[in-house]
C-alpha cells in the first residue's frame, strides 16, 4: 500500500510544510524539484523517524506530499542501541513504513555509550548522521516536534532564567549548520498526530524512555501533566507565551534593522561592528544585535548569557581586546569599530576530508575537495598572495587543505564565484552569508 490519506490534515500539513520551506526560499520545491532539482539545488525530503507517533504521522505525510509532487523523500531511522531490543524495533519500524510505500533505511551508532549524559549523546549522534545523510542528498530534514514539545521546551528555558529569545521556543525553520531543517508539526498537538496514524491506519511505538523520571524532559511532563488535572492549561499558555515571544522578536529585529548600521559579515569568514553605531542601545539589545554576529562566526547555536555579553561590552568600551562564544573581538579605527573573527583556540580544529565530499568544518565553513587530505585553519603558515591583503587576525582561521601527496589548496573565496579554477576546484562556503539577515560585504 502507499501513505494515502484525503483528510483535512493533508492540507494543513501541506500548509505548514510549505510555509516552512519558504523561510529558506524552497518553496518551489513542490513545484521544480521533481524536474530541476528543487529551488537552491534541492530536491529531497528526509524525515527522522522513530517509530512513534508523532514521527510516524510525519513520514506518511510527507511521503503523501512528496508523491503528489513528484519529489523524492525518504525516512530514516537512527539505532542508538541502547536498549536490547532497538534493533528488532528499528527493523519492525521500517518494515512497516516500507508497506506504506516510504523508502525507509536504518542507520546505526556504533559509538560506545557513556555512563552519564545518555540523552545528550544520542542526540549529537542522531544529529550528526541524519545532518551527515541530508548533506549528501541535498536535503531539508523534517523533524516532529509538536506543540506539547514546544511547550516544554519553554518551560524548560522559563525555568533557567532564558530571556525573551528562548523563550521563542523551537524554531519551525532552522538552519543546522548548512542542512535546512523543517518543524512542521509545531503546531498540532500530540493526539492530533495520534488520529493522523489511525486515519492511515498505521501502528506505531511507544518508547519506554518517554516515561523515565530520570531525564528533565519526562520531569516538566509529568509537572505540566499535572497541571493540567488540576485544570490548568498550563501547556497551552506556554505555547501562546512562545508565539508572543517570537512575535515580539521579530518585531524589534525588524525595527533595528531600519534604525541602526547593523553588523557585516564578509565571505572570508569575519565581521565588522561599528559600536559607535549601537552606542545608545540598552545591553539586552545591544546582545541582540552582536549576538546574531557572534552565532554566525562562532559557530555555536545558542548564544552566551546576558551576563557575559554586558562583561564583553565593558571590555570592548575600555579598550580591551576579548573573546566570547568562539569569537574574538579586535578594536580598531580607535575603537570605534571591531572585527570579530574565529578564535582558533590552543588547538585549532583538524578534519580529514574526502574526495568531492561536502564537509563542515569549525562549524562555520562548507568545503568540498577534489582530492582527499586534512583540512586546517591557515594559522601561522605564510599566506598566498591573494590572502596577503586580509587582516592577519582574519586569514589565520582561512581553512586551507593539505592533500595526502603533500600538495596545499587555498579555498578562493568570493561573494560571486566561490571555485577558484585555479585551485583544482576547491569550494570553501561561509554558512553564514546565505542564511543571515545581516549585509553582506565583499571586499
Known amino acids: 500500500m502507499t501513505a494515502k490519506s484525503d483528510s483535512k490534515p493533508t492540507a494543513r500539513f501541506t500548509a505548514s510544510l510549505e510555509a516552512g520551506l519558504a523561510c529558506f526560499d524552497l518553496y518551489d520545491v513542490a513545484q521544480v524539484a521533481g524536474r530541476h532539482g528543487g529551488t537552491n539545488g534541492r530536491g529531497h525530503l528526509l524525515t527522522a523517524l522513530s517509530g512513534g507517533p508523532d514521527s510516524s504521522a510525519l513520514a506518511l505525510l510527507a511521503e503523501q506530499y512528496a508523491r503528489q509532487r513528484n519529489i523524492c523523500h525518504q525516512a530514516v531511522i537512527v539505532d542508538h542501541g541502547l536498549r536490547h531490543d532497538s534493533t528488532i524495533e528499528a527493523s519492525r519500524v521500517a518494515a512497516r513504513m516500507h508497506d506504506f510505500g516510504v523508502d ?15 540523552q545528550n549523546w544520542a542526540r549529537d549522534h542522531r544529529y550528526a548522521i541524519l545532518t551527515s545523510l541530508a548533506r549528501k542528498k541535498n536535503a531539508a530534514l523534517l523533524l516532529a516536534h509538536h506543540k506539547a514539545d514546544q511547550a516544554e521546551t519553554v518551560f524548560m528555558r522559563l525555568s533557567r532564567g532564558s530571556g525573551l529569545g528562548g523563550l521563542g521556543g ?68 506556554l505555547v501562546r507565551l512562545s508565539r508572543a515571544a517570537r512575535l515580539i522578536c521579530q518585531e524589534v529585529d525588524d525595527a533595528l534593522r531600519d534604525q541602526l548600521e547593523l553588523p557585516k559579515l564578509f565571505a572570508e569568514g569575519y565581521a565588522t ?20 554576529t557572534v552565532l554566525a562566526v562562532g559557530g555555536g547555536d545558542y548564544l552566551p548569557s546576558q551576563a557575559a555579553f554586558s562583561r564583553l561590552r565593558s571590555r570592548l568600551e575600555t579598550g580591551a581586546l576579548a573573546t566570547l562564544g568562539g569569537c574574538r573581538f579586535t578594536l580598531t579605527d580607535g575603537g570605534r569599530l571591531c572585527w570579530i573573527t574565529d578564535e582558533p583556540g ?29 583540512v586546517r585553519m591557515l594559522g601561522d603558515t605564510a599566506p598566498p598572495p591573494q590572502w596577503s591583503i586580509l587582516p592577519y587576525v582574519v586569514r589565520q582561521s582561512l581553512p586551507i587543505i593539505e592533500t595526502l601527496d603533500g600538495r596545499v589548496l587555498y579555498p578562493h573565496l568570493t561573494i560571486e564565484s566561490r571555485i577558484d579554477p585555479d585551485a583544482s576546484g576547491v569550494n570553501a562556503t561561509f ?4 542564511r543571515t539577515v545581516l549585509p553582506v560585504e565583499k571586499r
Request: aromatic share 8%; glycine share 6%; proline share 8%.
Open 431 to 434: 554558512l553564514a552569508l546565505d
Open 273 to 292: 561592528v561599528s559600536l559607535m553605531a549601537l552606542r545608545r542601545l540598552p545591553d539586552v539589545l545591544w546582545r541582540r544585535v552582536v549576538g546574531e
Open 346 to 374: 590552543r588547538t585549532p580544529p583538524r578534519a580529514e576530508i574526502s574526495a568531492s565530499v561536502p564537509l563542515i568544518f569549525a562549524g562555520v565553513w562548507r568545503l568540498v575537495s577534489p582530492v582527499a587530505g586534512h
Open 170 to 237: 523551537m524554531q519551525v525553520a532552522r538552519y543546522l549548520s548548512d542542512i535546512p531543517v523543517l518543524r512542521p508539526l509545531l503546531e498540532w498537538g500530540p493526539q492530533e498526530l495520534v488520529a493522523v496514524c489511525r486515519d492511515f491506519g498505521c501502528a506505531f511505538e511507544r518508547d519506554p524512555s518517554n516515561y523515565d523520571d530520570r531525564f528533565e524532559r519526562v520531569k516538566v511532563r509529568q509537572t505540566l501533566a499535572a497541571l493540567d488535572e488540576n485544570g490548568q492549561d498550563f501547556a497551552a499558555g
Open 104 to 118: 525507509t533505511v536504518i542507520r546505526r551508532v556504533d559509538a560506545t555509550p557513556p555512563t552519564g549524559g545518555i
